[in-house]
Nanobody, 125 residues
């Protein structure tokens, strides 16, 4: 019943934009902190951004700060990641995840209970 489904990935040129969506079902989205992670080939999965369940405040990895924006629409049970000024180093599989932790900004994989299947983002000329 609990499910997270990402969409919106694809191929984009450097400097371009993509908007990723994460549709949640089977649970009440506003009770969860939502994180976006990414994993490049040969690399470990890393935290990109998260939206706290406490007050919807947000945090970002230094590598994406100022370029990416996480947002949530609890009524639509959907979380978004707007990605602007994309760079080749942003190429990765992007995952959304949900956590019940009360900590403001969980960034570790093990802090999240539910995961989507991932969506590929490729930034290339």
């Amino acid at each position: 019943q609990v499910q997270l489904v990402e969409s919106g990935g694809g191929l984009v040129q450097p400097g371009g934009s993509l908007r990723l969506s994460c549709a949640a079902s089977g649970f009440t989205l506003d009770y969860y902190t939502i994180g976006w992670f990414r994993q490049a080939p040969g690399k470990e999965r890393e935290g990109v951004s998260c939206s706290s369940r406490r007050d919807s405040s947000t945090s970002y990895a230094d590598s994406v700060k100022g370029r990416f924006t996480i947002s949530r629409d609890n009524a639509k049970t959907t979380v978004y990641l707007q990605m602007n000024s994309l760079k080749p180093e942003d190429t990765a599989v992007y995952y959304c995840a949900a956590s019940t932790t009360w900590r403001y900004y969980p960034i570790k994989v093990y802090e999240y209970e539910y995961w989507g299947q991932g969506t590929q983002v490729t930034v290339s000329s």
